[in-house]
């Protein structure tokens, strides 16, 4: 796996946008970057993934730079719901998916 | 749809007793795998299946075993179970590795 860094918790308030930042300084060309967030204690949930162009779905977009060291998680309206513990994980295979800390996103009123 | 369905959702054993954590998928996933979540701490792989009949060790894999004999079913056995093996527990599939994984509400086990 690529190593990622990510701040340990990041505030932000409700109807605004929270931008995630991640850095994997040691991707290799043809490692993925995922994200997953963590509700409370339930199972972690795929937001998005990408490798070189930016990504939306309809969670999410994902913004990755051009050298690839570097990502940011774009939630584009937060609402409550959407706190919860965000990974970003760079995996150089399936037996290597491994969650890091993560960043806790407290969204508030 | 189910998706991943864990089961039981929380147990307590003794040091010492054995027991087999459930995990299916009713999506016809050929990846599956094991992780267990201490507190405060990210998801540690304890061991994965590219598709049935193949198993293979992830990060922390002493004392758990795992078969798939089928494609939906990975079961987790503790042997014997010890204090140190008290968390949480979340099973995943997904179609392919390079895909998104789809986990399991969790089994919380404490091992007294």
């Known amino acids: 796996d690529a190593k990622t860094t990510q701040p340990t918790s990041m505030d932000c308030a409700e109807g605004r946008a929270a931008n995630l930042p991640c850095n994997h300084s040691?991707?290799?060309?043809?490692?993925?970057v995922y994200w997953y967030r963590q509700i409370h204690s339930q199972g972690p949930q795929y937001i998005i993934h990408?490798?070189?162009n930016n990504e939306t779905n309809e969670m999410a977009s994902l913004i990755i730079t051009e050298d690839r060291k570097s990502s940011t998680l774009i939630l584009p309206h937060a609402t409550l719901r959407d706190t919860a513990v965000y990974y970003c994980?760079?995996?150089?295979?399936?037996?290597?998916?491994?969650f890091g800390k993560g960043t806790m996103l407290l969204v508030s009123p | 749809n189910a998706g991943v369905t864990q089961t039981p959702k929380f147990q307590v054993l003794k040091t010492g007793q054995s027991m087999t954590l459930q995990c299916a998928q009713d999506?016809?996933?050929?990846?599956m795998s094991w992780y267990r979540q201490d507190p405060g701490m990210g998801l540690r792989l304890i061991h994965y299946?590219?598709?049935?009949?193949?198993?293979d060790q992830g990060e922390v894999p002493n004392g758990y075993n795992v078969s798939r004999s089928t494609t939906e079913d990975f079961p987790l056995r503790l042997l014997s179970a010890a204090p140190s093996q008290t968390s949480v527990y979340f099973c995943?599939?997904?179609?392919?590795?390079?895909?998104?994984?789809?986990f399991g509400q969790g089994t919380r086990l404490t091992v007294v």
């Open positions: 995943a599939s997904s179609s392919d590795s390079d895909t998104e994984a789809f």
């Open positions: 040691t991707i290799s060309g043809n490692e993925y």
């Open positions: 990408g490798l070189k």
């Open positions: 994980i760079a995996p150089s295979g399936y037996s290597t998916l491994t």
């Open positions: 999506m016809n996933h050929e990846y």
């Open positions: 299946s590219v598709g049935a009949g193949i198993t």
